[in-house]
T-cell receptor, first 113, second 116 residues
Framework: DAGVIQSPRHEVTEMGQEVTLRCKPISGHNSLFWYRQTMMRGLELLIY????????DSGMPEDRFSAKMPNASFSTLKIQPSEPRDSAVYFC???????????FGNGTRLTVT | AQKVTQAQTEISVVEKEDVTLDCVYE???????LFWYKQPPSGELVFLIRRNSFDEQNEISGRYSWNFQKSTSSFNFTITASQVVDSAVYFCALSERETSGSRLTFGEGTQLTVNP
């Protein structure tokens, strides 16, 4: 099993540019989560999907953030336009439906200058 | 609302010492799940353990052990005979049954440094 795969590992972009982060969950996992990690706020849940349907997006900071899960094997998190305060590590995680453990990807380190 | 508190921001020990990382949680739910994750310097988040609220038995896995006490809402993590490779940030997390899926609320994390 390849685990949760995120791309890119690092992204450096200029303020105002669009950024798209990608995630491939573990095959057979029905829940997918996007978390953001910063020094100031720690690990925050942005949004999660169950069976490809967004269940709770209350953690999405603002309208500049959007997430999609077009099928069971792929999800994207998009920031448009990006701002320096969006700089963080973004983690994708997946789990079997229920309270089973989350399996995290290696994260995408985003730097917005 | 659920909350997880890890009061120890940083801990520094010398190799072979035992160290305990504290975790206190708040929840209104009677059924919930507690987790510990490790984040080494490389940055990935590694699952260590899951406990449900009905199972208060302590668990031991090699040098790792966990003490779950509902009476004090604590789920502490002990590393015995620490090693340099244990240096990492350790996160305690809580998932309530009422929430769908495995939505986790994380504590702030404890940075453990094990010195040779």
């Amino acid at each position: 099993d390849a685990g949760v795969i995120q791309s890119p590992r690092h992204e450096v972009t200029e303020m105002g540019q669009e950024v798209t982060l990608r995630c491939k969950p573990i095959s057979g996992h029905n829940s997918l989560f996007w978390y953001r990690q910063t020094m100031m706020r720690g690990l925050e849940l942005l949004i999660y999907f169950n069976n490809n349907v967004p269940i709770d997006d209350s953690g999405m900071p603002e309208d500049r953030f959007s997430a999609k899960m077009p099928n069971a094997s792929f999800s994207t998190l998009k920031i448009q336009p990006s701002e320096p305060r969006d700089s963080a590590v973004y983690f994708c995680a997946s789990s079997v439906t229920g309270n089973s453990p989350l399996h995290f990807g290696n994260g995408t380190r985003l730097t917005v200058t | 609302a659920q909350k997880v508190t890890q009061a120890q921001t940083e801990i520094s020990v010398v190799e072979k010492e035992d160290v305990t990382l504290d975790c206190v949680y708040e929840t209104r739910d009677t059924t919930y799940y507690l987790f510990w994750y490790k984040q080494p310097p490389s940055g990935e988040l590694v699952f260590l353990i899951r406990r449900n609220s009905f199972d208060e038995q302590n668990e031991i896995s090699g040098r790792y052990s966990w003490n779950f006490q509902k009476s004090t809402s604590s789920f502490n993590f002990t590393i015995t005979a620490s090693q340099v490779v244990d240096s990492a940030v350790y996160f305690c997390a809580l998932s309530e049954r009422e929430t769908s899926g495995s939505r986790l609320t994380f504590g702030e994390g404890t940075q453990l440094t094990v010195n040779p």
